[in-house]
T-cell receptor, first 115, second 113 residues
Framework: NAGVTQTPKFRVLKTGQSMTLLCAQDMNHEYMYWYRQDPGMGLRLIHYSVGEGTTAKGEVPDGYNVSRLKKQNFLLGLESAAPSQTSVYFC??????????????FGAGSRLTVL | GNSVTQMEGPVTLSEEAFLTINCTYTATGYPSLFWYVQYPGEGLQLLLKATKADDKGSNKGFEATYRKETTSFHLEKGSVQVSDSAVYFCALSLNTNAGKSTFGDGTTLTVKP
C-alpha cells in the first residue's frame, strides 16, 4: 500500500518555466489537498478538491492551477514559475465522514527551486 | 477565521527530559484537533488526535488533552528520546469546511543524548 506518492521529489526551474507536480493516492480518498511549506510559516493550503472533477482555491492559490480528472490523481501546475514559489510542496488526502475527524495522509514532499 | 498558535521553537532537551509544546486555537464551530510530526526529509504523519472536548489523544508516549475552556491542545511526553527529534505541528479541522486543516507554524524539537 503506497499511500500518497508525489513526483518529482526535486526540481529546479528557471523563472518563467512551467511544470506540473503529480500526486497519486491509492486509498480511495475523496478529498485531496496541495500545501506549501516555507520556513517559519507552517503549511499553507494552495488548492483542494472534494471529489473527481472538482477543485477549489485555498489560502494561497495565485500562480497555481490544479486538476482532478481522476479520483486518485491531483495535479498542481505552475504556468510561469517565480522565485517566490521556491518551496516544499506537500500533497495530502483524506476520507470524509470519519466521525468527528479528518485525518490527513501526506506524501513525502516535492522540493522546488526557482532560479 | 480559524487559526492555530504554537509555542515558538526551537526546543532543545536532554534525553529523558519532560516535554511540553503549547498549542492554542481559534475556530468557529467545534473543531477536531491534531498533532502531526515531521521527521527530517519526510512528510507529515499523524501523531495523535482528539475530536471533542476533554478527549485525550495518545500515541508513542505522547499525550494531548482537548481543553475547550482554554482553547488549548498542549503536547506532552514524560521522557523524550533522541528519536523524538522532529518538527511538531498542531492543527485543527472542521467537518463543515471540506475537511480543510489549519496548521500552526511548527515547533522543532532536538533531543540530545
Amino acid at each position: 500500500n503506497a499511500g500518497v506518492t508525489q513526483t518529482p521529489k526535486f526540481r529546479v526551474l528557471k523563472t518563467g518555466q512551467s511544470m506540473t507536480l503529480l500526486c497519486a493516492q491509492d486509498m480511495n480518498h475523496e478529498y485531496m489537498y496541495w500545501y506549501r511549506q516555507d520556513p517559519g510559516m507552517g503549511l499553507r493550503l494552495i488548492h483542494y478538491s472534494v471529489g473527481e472533477g472538482t477543485t477549489a482555491k485555498g489560502e494561497v492559490p495565485d500562480g497555481y492551477n490544479v486538476s482532478r480528472l481522476k479520483k486518485q490523481n491531483f495535479l498542481l501546475g505552475l504556468e510561469s514559475a517565480a522565485p517566490s514559489q521556491t518551496s516544499v510542496y506537500f500533497c495530502a488526502s483524506s476520507y470524509p465522514g470519519q466521525p468527528g475527524a479528518n485525518v490527513l495522509t501526506f506524501g513525502a514532499g516535492s522540493r522546488l527551486t526557482v532560479l | 477565521g480559524n487559526s492555530v498558535t504554537q509555542m515558538e521553537g526551537p526546543v532543545t532537551l536532554s534525553e529523558e527530559a519532560f516535554l511540553t509544546i503549547n498549542c492554542t486555537y481559534t475556530a468557529t464551530g467545534y473543531p477536531s484537533l491534531f498533532w502531526y510530526v515531521q521527521y527530517p526529509g519526510e512528510g507529515l504523519q499523524l501523531l495523535l488526535k482528539a475530536t471533542k472536548a476533554d478527549d485525550k489523544g495518545s500515541n508513542k508516549g505522547f499525550e494531548a488533552t482537548y481543553r475547550k475552556e482554554t482553547t488549548s491542545f498542549h503536547l506532552e511526553k514524560g521522557s523524550v528520546q533522541v528519536s523524538d527529534s522532529a518538527v511538531y505541528f498542531c492543527a485543527l479541522s472542521l467537518n463543515t469546511n471540506a475537511g480543510k486543516s489549519t496548521f500552526g507554524d511548527g515547533t522543532t524539537l532536538t533531543v540530545k543524548p
